[in-house]
């Protein structure tokens, strides 16, 4: 079955940074877009950032945009996202799913905890 496997979320201060990863398995990862989401406590899921099934083109969310890179490794089923000048609302957990605008699958991993403190 579809399953992803986030990790690499911590604690850290504002100006700081921090590399999540996502382990997939259960679908053809290299035919498929991927994209990363979080959602903060008490608010909904929102798309983060996206990347093409190569790795041609990406988009990121305007309240990202310029402070992290997603990136893949199609050989390892693995998806990134760099997060650099974090800010206290960048807090949330982190989740990835297959998909460039919408989650192509139902299924959700645990997400990573992210949380920036002053």
């Known amino acids: 079955q579809v399953q992803f496997v986030e990790s690499g979320g911590a604690w850290v201060q504002p100006g700081g940074s921090m590399r999540l990863s996502c382990e997939a398995s259960?679908?053809?990862?290299?035919?498929?877009?991927m994209s990363w989401w979080r959602q903060a406590p008490g608010k909904e899921r929102d798309l983060v950032a996206s990347?093409?099934?190569?790795?041609?083109?990406?988009h990121y969310a305007d309240f990202v945009e310029g402070r992290f890179t997603i990136s893949r490794d199609n050989a390892k089923k693995m998806v990134y996202l760099q997060m650099n000048s974090l800010k206290p609302e960048d807090t949330a957990v982190y989740y990835c799913?297959?998909?460039?605008?919408?989650?192509?699958?139902?299924?959700w991993g645990q997400g990573t905890q992210v949380t920036v403190f002053s």
């Open positions: 990347i093409r099934m190569d790795g041609s083109a990406t």
């Open positions: 799913n297959a998909g460039f605008s919408t989650n192509r699958f139902d299924a």
């Open positions: 259960g679908f053809t990862f290299w035919a498929y877009d």
